[in-house]
């Protein structure tokens, strides 16, 4: 069988390729060589060459006055909620305002009819004056020139004149001049005599003047009864506040004790916020308080009142928090959260995401230590803002690491590059 020439030609070729790559790969130079060892140990640095080649971002420590705050949340509330109770039963006559505004103490909410108080309040006047002047007439009749003395007086000398003309006649009888039928009939008027001065001597100061005095105060008793159920026709608004409700109508008949309107208190609110018992002697009245309302905004707050006993549920005791409300701009019933100032630290700001937590929980930060190595410290979170933590634990001018921080290991060698126009080491 008879190859082809092509096919005879083709193997030349490609045996000469093959042998042409074998020789080139190990006629290669020395120098050659030590170029492409020295490519690769370029390509694969040892780890300190990449730590060296690595910069970190790190921020100086600058500590400023930071406010120590205890945090809470809570829901607001007003500060009063009454509930008007009508005190008369009477008919509606007219409601001058209209429910779902601000009122005033003593502003005129619903007047009841009145009926027949005007003329019981008349007539129980004119009995007074009745009253008064039978008590006056009293007081005259026991004074030393009062008609009491003077009929006292008028009732001696009447019954002195009676016993002498008596006498007298006496004697005449016993001589037969006067007869004992007449004698019998002076006899009578000077027993009569006698009785009339001992009534009058036996009447009591103290008896009448009390008397009539107590019946003078049983009128004004009347008076003033009937003076407060006229004051009940007239309902005022007992303080300023918000008017909610008005529950009756104008013609419906109101019954007494029957509730009739309801003010809120909303020029102040107060906002009740449960603290552990471990921070609850930090906490003093005149506290201030951040509020953060959601969806309202933040304003501030002073801590009112500070429960004494716990709750038995919690473990935790309410704590008071008073918020000035006079725009009206803010309704019982909303959520927030208190940030009550407890006083003062230094501490530094820094991103969160720049520190750690270790194994046992603390909170820690990498910071660069004298020989440029890293050192892991523990620090104490003040307080959060946004997405800022306040630190404490930190000295002035530490360089504690950022961005990238989380890359390196207690005791590595760490370039690193300040924040904010710092310059790093080299």
């Known amino acids: 069988m008879q190859i082809r020439r092509s096919y005879i030609w083709a193997l030349l070729i490609a045996g000469g390729v093959t042998a042409w790559m074998v020789s080139g790969q190990f006629a290669s130079s020395p120098n050659e060589a030590e170029q492409t060892d020295t490519a690769a140990e370029a390509a694969s640095p040892s780890n300190e060459s990449d730590v060296k080649q690595l910069t970190i971002n790190a921020l100086r420590v600058s500590n400023n006055q930071t406010p120590l705050q205890v945090r809470a949340s809570g829901v607001t509330r007003t500060a009063f909620d009454v509930e008007i109770i009508n005190r008369r039963k009477a008919f509606v006559a007219n409601i001058p305002v209209s429910e779902g505004r601000w009122v005033k103490k003593g502003d005129v909410l619903i007047e009841l009819a009145k009926g027949t108080l005007e003329a019981d309040i008349a007539a129980s006047r004119a009995d007074r004056q009745a009253a008064l002047a039978a008590y006056e007439d009293a007081k005259k009749r026991f004074s030393a020139d009062g008609t009491l003395a003077a009929q006292l007086n008028a009732a001696e000398s009447e019954l002195a004149s009676i016993k002498a003309t008596y006498k007298a006649n006496e004697a005449l009888a016993e001589r037969g001049l006067q007869t004992q039928l007449s004698l019998t009939a002076q006899r009578a008027q000077l027993a009569a005599a006698e009785t009339r001065l001992f009534e009058l001597q036996s009447l009591s100061q103290e008896k009448e003047l009390s008397a009539s005095y107590s019946a003078l105060k049983g009128v004004d008793a009347r008076l003033a009864m009937l003076q407060e159920q006229l004051s ?33 208190g909303l020029q102040e609110l107060v906002l009740d916020v449960p603290v552990p018992q471990a921070r609850i002697n930090d906490i ?13 905004g933040q304003t501030s707050g002073v801590v009112s009142k500070i429960a004494a006993t716990a709750n038995s549920a919690t473990r935790t005791f309410t704590v008071e928090v008073t918020l000035d409300n006079q725009d009206g701009a803010l309704r ?95």
């Open 332 to 426: 019982a019933g909303m959520s927030a959260e208190a940030s009550i100032t407890i006083g003062s630290v230094d501490a530094f700001e820094i991103s969160p995401a720049h520190l750690n937590v270790n194994e046992d929980g603390q909170l820690t930060a990498k910071i660069v230590s004298a020989d440029d190595k890293v050192q892991t410290v523990a620090v104490e979170l003040v307080r959060t803002s946004g997405n800022s933590a306040f630190i404490s634990g930190l000295a002035d001018d530490t360089i504690v690491l950022a961005a990238g921080q989380a890359f390196l290991s207690e005791g590595e060698s760490v370039r690193y590059q300040l924040q904010e126009g710092d310059e790093g080491n080299s």
């Open 232 to 264: 009940f026709t007239t309902i005022t608004a007992p303080q300023d506040g918000w008017l909610e409700t008005i529950a009756v109508e104008v013609g419906e008949f109101a019954g007494e004790n029957a509730m009739v309107a309801h003010l809120l």
């Open 284 to 296: 003093s009245l005149g506290d201030t308080a951040q509020i953060d309302l959601i969806g309202q």
